[in-house]
């Protein structure tokens, strides 16, 4: 019964775009403990003091979900047709192009759990879609759907790193998947490339340093000692993704959804310093650059600009 309830989520997760699916047990996250714990004695959190919360329920599933036996961890690609990233222009994080993925997945997740209910039967859970305390790219990681790069993003061997995770925790046991190993190798070229020094260590993140947390979290003044390290983005940084060779097997997503306004790509740094509400408002109705308001983003452009 269990190979038969897995093949029928796995076939499901097909059906409605997910790129991978794969499982795990529903169990306390051992060795991500001492991980998170250092990682927040270091401060690396900047001001995000949310991820000081809730420690307990970020390592244990069972605390979110009773009875929770499995996680059912899925990939959906977000990698643009069109990079609109121009040299010498302002950039903005490809994540970001289309409507907010929040929106998008999380419809996905409701119709993925209606439709197991329908097929097996009751089966109790919930949906998380980077909105709660769950360590999704270490449940990822646990079920074989890649293995964590240096620049702490989970790394697929088929399709790089440009998509977003999702997952599912239910009371239903299941087969479960592998972790793969580690295919970063010698390769530093994240490390390398980061301007504001965030990757410190292999696999650690300064997120304080991070060009995304200081666009996007930080909601106070932008550190002056980041100056002139941009690099043009105004919200959110692909630079360590752009530079990992596992990226050159990107492939464009099929979610229209997800494809930006026609009038985004034309936008030169002139019209990003004259941005008003109504042409904020008509690129980013739905996405989330609504994250950081016209005054987060005209912050960014004028930190930039200066």
């Given at each position: 019964m269990?190979?038969?309830?897995?093949?029928?989520?796995?076939?499901?997760?097909?059906?409605?775009?997910f790129?991978?699916?794969?499982?795990?047990?529903?169990?306390?996250?051992?060795?991500?403990?001492?991980?998170?714990?250092?990682?927040?004695?270091?401060?690396?959190?900047?001001?995000?003091?949310?991820?000081?919360?809730?420690f307990?329920?970020?390592?244990?599933?069972?605390l979110?979900?009773?009875?929770?036996?499995?996680?059912?961890?899925?990939?959906?690609?977000?990698?643009?047709?069109?990079?609109?990233?121009?040299?010498?222009?302002?950039?903005?994080?490809?994540?970001?192009?289309?409507?907010?993925?929040?929106?998008?997945?999380?419809?996905?997740?409701?119709?993925?759990?209606?439709q197991?209910?329908?097929?097996?039967?009751?089966?109790?859970?919930?949906?998380f879609?980077?909105?709660?305390?769950?360590?999704?790219?270490?449940?990822?990681?646990?079920?074989?759907?890649?293995?964590?790069?240096?620049?702490?993003?989970?790394?697929?061997?088929?399709?790089?790193?440009?998509f977003?995770?999702a997952?599912?925790?239910?009371?239903?046991?299941?087969?479960?998947?592998?972790?793969?190993?580690?295919?970063?190798?010698?390769?530093?070229?994240?490390?390398?490339?980061?301007?504001?020094?965030?990757?410190?260590?292999?696999?650690?993140?300064?997120g304080?340093?991070?060009?995304?947390?200081?666009?996007?979290?930080?909601?106070?003044?932008?550190?002056?000692?980041?100056?002139?390290?941009?690099?043009?983005?105004?919200?959110?940084?692909?630079?360590?993704?752009?530079?990992?060779?596992?990226?050159?097997?990107?492939?464009?997503?099929?979610?229209?959804?997800?494809?930006?306004?026609?009038?985004?790509?034309?936008?030169?740094?002139?019209?990003?310093?004259?941005?008003?509400?109504?042409?904020?408002?008509?690129?980013?109705?739905?996405?989330?650059?609504?994250?950081?308001?016209?005054?987060?983003l005209?912050?960014?452009?004028?930190?930039?600009?200066?």
């Amino acid at each position: 019964m269990k190979q038969h309830h897995t093949s029928i989520i796995k076939a499901t997760a097909t059906e409605l775009g997910f790129s991978f699916c794969g499982i795990s047990k529903a169990e306390f996250l051992e060795e991500e403990a001492s991980r998170l714990e250092e990682w927040l004695n270091r401060s690396y959190q900047g001001k995000m003091t949310y991820l000081e919360n809730h420690f307990d329920k970020r390592l244990d599933p069972t605390l979110l979900v009773p009875g929770a036996k499995s996680v059912i961890s899925l990939v959906y690609n977000y990698y643009p047709e069109r990079d609109l990233a121009q040299p010498g222009e302002l950039k903005i994080a490809k994540y970001a192009y289309g409507e907010d993925y929040h929106f998008v997945i999380k419809e996905k997740l409701k119709t993925f759990l209606q439709q197991i209910q329908g097929k097996i039967g009751e089966v109790n859970g919930r949906a998380f879609v980077d909105s709660a305390p769950v360590m999704e790219r270490a449940w990822a990681k646990r079920s074989g759907l890649g293995w964590i790069g240096k620049n702490s993003l989970l790394l697929n061997r088929e399709m790089g790193s440009f998509f977003f995770l999702a997952e599912l925790i239910v009371d239903l046991e299941l087969d479960y998947d592998h972790p793969i190993k580690d295919y970063c190798g010698t390769c530093t070229a994240c490390m390398d490339a980061c301007p504001t020094e965030a990757i410190p260590e292999p696999y650690v993140v300064d997120g304080s340093k991070c060009i995304s947390y200081l666009t996007i979290e930080l909601k106070e003044e932008i550190p002056s000692d980041v100056k002139g390290k941009f690099e043009n983005w105004i919200f959110g940084c692909d630079i360590c993704q752009d530079v990992c060779p596992w990226n050159s097997f990107s492939k464009p997503h099929r979610e229209k959804r997800f494809d930006p306004h026609p009038d985004l790509a034309g936008m030169t740094t002139q019209d990003w310093r004259e941005i008003t509400d109504d042409v904020f408002e008509k690129l980013f109705r739905k996405s989330a650059v609504k994250r950081t308001k016209l005054d987060g983003l005209k912050r960014n452009i004028a930190f930039i600009s200066e």
